[in-house]
Nanobody, 123 residues
């Protein structure tokens, strides 16, 4: 089992940037496939995902603005968010699984979740 802890959220103005971090501990193979999700009200949606060998996927709404990366030497997943928009306001969660998800943006394949970090973007 892997444990996840997010950090880096905050309040910014539209057009500014934030970088989220997610530190993982425990079973290293439990973090083979990782992703960021965000939740508004009760709806949680996939933002970006990355495989153990660095292959990335993005939601259309963040392509060209967000970059997901990982540093396994530091056991950390990142989400660099540029040109933030008020619509990006949400609670952001990192997630991990040991096996390849059949669809990266589906919630059910992920075995571990962080506690979330709030991002608020004002216009």
């Amino acid at each position: 089992q892997v444990q996840l802890v997010e950090s880096g959220g905050g309040s910014v103005q539209a057009g500014e940037s934030l970088k989220l971090s997610c530190t993982y501990t425990g079973d290293r193979y439990g973090a083979n496939y990782m992703a960021w999700f965000r939740q508004v009200s009760t709806e949680r949606r996939g933002v970006a995902a990355i495989t153990f060998d660095g292959v990335t996927s993005y939601a259309d709404s963040v392509k060209g603005r967000f970059t997901i990366s990982r540093d396994d030497a530091k056991n950390t997943l990142y989400l660099l968010m540029n040109n933030l928009e008020p619509e990006d306001t949400a609670e952001y969660y990192c997630a991990a699984t040991s096996t390849r998800p059949y669809k990266w943006s589906f919630l059910t394949p992920y075995e571990a979740w962080g506690q979330g970090t709030q991002v608020t973007v004002s216009s």
